[in-house]
């Protein structure tokens, strides 16, 4: 057990705290601002105040007034170099920066509630973020520091226990278009025949007609081999349905009132975690019909509780779109990155509570953040299926060493046959069955 001493004990201290706790302890970290009860405790003890009190203490000055504070105001931000990779929020004590502070500016995504550039989608660029600006994107900052918190506590304190953490590895898929060609409707494949047809496209215009007479496997069809897989190496996906109830703009998904649709959310449901996939049109809208709507469809189908979620596209601005998932009960979201390039949004490898910041309060919704999307390396970084296995292993190298959570989207579209995304499917299952599956049987 650590026990912390501060001035004010406020809903900002308590929440990074917490974190931090769960992270490192087996025990919560206990706040006080008991100044005699601290000095005379004989357990280990971190002073997080601007004044030491015993020669037997973890002594971290705080670096400025966010911890302190219920306000969002723009804070001044110099990176420096520590061992090797980033830091801020500069201070004085037995570490060179304010780890509370820091990490909470990180993990909250405070910047996102400053004014800041959007992306065409309506979206927070991540080229306005500190860490791509600062170029530790592709890190898991705040896990290297908690790695280093630890040691130094260590050399403090070498009677102090800690937690035992491994990495863990999470495969989730968004089903974004089930099918290719199966059971859109006689009216969409007539359209995309013909559509084929008037761009010589013969060969599309064919596999088209294949898949509708039963001759050939749905392009966009992966499911058998991806049960495959996970059976292989001992993995537990989560999958993410789009179940839009209007096809159009960017919810193309099947519609809904198709059987074999309904069957095969039955079917993973029954096998793996489901979530919903909310979508485009649900994020445009003020209120929380759509998406409850949607919600409700899952439930019914699957005759479960849904709490599983991540955002279509990406698509959410905070703190709004966190507010309406815990409105509508969807308690642990999986939205937390970017659309437009891989690595880590909130610069961590681990699950956490969302904090909001404009209420300055901790909510119930557990974010589970992803730092790779094979949509991102194909559509946005351009990168080509060997390109992109480098640089999942590069996410998996690093979030091994900090032994965190690791989590990847990968689309039904990229896994199945279709030519626009010929290797992808190889160099996953090559990541899968060469990484995945060793640590599975560790």
């Known amino acids: ?122 979206r927070y660029a991540h080229t306005s973020s500190l860490a791509y600006k600062e170029n530790f994107l592709h890190q898991p900052l705040v896990n290297i520091w908690l790695e280093e918190f630890k040691k130094a506590l260590q050399q403090k304190f070498p009677q102090l226990l800690f937690r035992r953490r491994s990495f863990k590895f999470r495969a989730t898929y968004d089903i974004d278009i089930a099918y290719s060609y199966k059971h859109k409707g006689w009216w969409r494949n007539m359209g995309g025949w013909a559509k084929s047809v008037l761009k010589r496209q013969w060969h599309l215009a064919q596999e088209r007609i294949d898949v509708l007479k039963n001759k050939k496997r749905d392009p966009f069809d992966a499911y058998e081999w991806l049960d495959a897989l996970h059976l292989y190496c001992k993995v537990k996906p989560v999958y993410f349905f789009l179940v839009a109830q209007e096809q159009a703009g960017y919810d193309r998904n099947i519609p809904t009132s198709s059987k074999p649709f309904k069957q095969l959310v039955e079917y993973y449901a029954a096998v793996y975690k489901v979530g919903l996939h909310p979508s485009w049109r649900s994020s445009t809208h003020s209120n929380n019909k759509i998406l409850k709507e949607e919600k409700e469809w899952m439930e019914a189908v699957t005759d479960t509780t849904i709490e599983h979620s991540r955002n279509h596209y990406i698509k959410f601005s905070l703190p709004e779109g966190y507010r309406r998932l815990i409105e509508c009960g969807l308690l642990k979201d999986y939205s937390m990155g970017y659309g437009t390039t891989n690595g880590f949004r909130a610069s961590v490898a681990a699950s956490f509570y969302w904090f909001d910041v404009e209420k300055n309060e901790t909510t119930p919704l557990q974010l589970y953040p992803f730092c790779f999307m094979d949509a991102n390396a194909f559509y946005e970084q351009k990168l080509s299926a060997m390109q992109a296995y480098e640089e999942l292993r590069r996410y998996y190298t690093s979030i091994k060493k900090v032994n965190g959570l690791m989590i990847t989207i990968w689309h039904n579209t990229f896994l199945g046959t279709d030519i626009n995304f010929k290797g992808w499917r190889e160099v996953y299952e090559l990541f899968m069955k060469e990484d995945v599956y060793w640590d599975a049987y560790m």
């Open 1 to 122: 057990m650590l026990l912390i001493y501060t001035n004010l004990i406020t809903p900002r201290l308590q929440y990074i705290t917490d974190f931090i706790g769960t992270q490192l302890f087996d025990a919560p970290l206990l706040l006080t601002t008991n100044a005699a009860a601290f000095a005379s405790s004989t357990a280990p003890k971190l002073n997080y105040s601007n004044q030491e009190l015993t020669e037997a203490e973890f002594y971290l000055q705080p670096a400025n007034t966010i911890l302190f504070s219920s306000s969002i105001e723009p804070i001044a931000i110099d990176c420096f170099e520590v061992n090797f990779h980033k830091a801020f929020f500069q201070t004085n004590g037995d570490m060179v920066f304010d780890i509370f502070a820091a990490s909470f500016y990180l993990i909250s995504r405070y910047e996102e509630y400053l004014p800041h550039q959007k992306d065409m989608y309506g």
